[in-house]
């Protein structure tokens, strides 16, 4: 598994019916004013990604899904029947080399959604959208929802083909999933919070813009260098050849 589908959850918090974006190539911005813009649209990315930190929670959760995702692997069953703790040290062993490519790869991340709110919006839509992103009840949100992703079916697809993409459809039944788990967990003012924002004309045009939105995501999750790949088959290679022998 030589993908991000591992710390997706951390590119989809943003993702939720009120926000969204599209991958946008082009021209690079040139005047003052799309300078300007640009910038503007990169601190609210930024504001509405969250930084690359990883919650305990949150890595508890897919270290754990990765666990449920390795031993559904046939022959990683077998060198965990024969050699109990094989998939502990497995998923201890990936963890870190999957936590630091993702930290590497998230300004890429952001530049693709700057990009695309500076040629789609307004400056005053994405000042709204930066000051609802600044506010508590974003905060919540995400962090509700990031407690409450599960990406085992994502997990378990690329165990069973590395080599596969995530897709945009992918992307919003798993964001659907968990802010259906989320939203019981908000208080009113949360609630109301987020209706107003996602009521207003930045609101709507973001929402609308939903669909091309986890298309960038899954773009950037599908993303990997050679260089990454050849980083995590070491580590997979290492433990298994370790267990193997031990056997």
Known sequence: MTKKPFILALALLATQPAFAGIHADGPLIQSSEEDALYKA????????????????????????QIYIAYSEIPEFAELEEASPGFLDALVAAVM?????????????????????????????????????????????????????????????????????NI?????????????????????????????KFAFTPTGRKMTSLREQRNQIEADWANESTPEEDREL???LENVILKFAEAE
């Open 96 to 164: 870190p080399v999957i936590v630091k490519q993702t930290k590497d790869s998230y300004p890429a991340l952001y530049d693709n959604l700057a990009k695309f709110y500076a040629k789609n919006l307004e400056l005053e839509d994405i000042e709204n959208a930066t000051r609802f992103f600044a506010t508590d009840s974003y905060r919540v949100i995400r962090e509700s929802t990031e407690n409450n992703l599960d990406m085992s079916s994502i997990l378990s697809g690329a165990a069973e083909d590395p080599d596969g």
């Open 41 to 64: 649209a990169y601190e609210m990315a930024i504001l509405q990604q969250g930084d690359a930190n990883f919650s305990d929670e949150l890595l508890a959760s897919m270290s754990s």
């Open 233 to 235: 088959e070491e580590v």
């Open 167 to 195: 897709s945009s459809e992918d992307l919003e039944k798993l964001v659907e999933n968990s802010v259906a788990q989320s939203v019981g967990g908000w208080d009113k003012q949360v609630r109301a919070d987020l209706l």
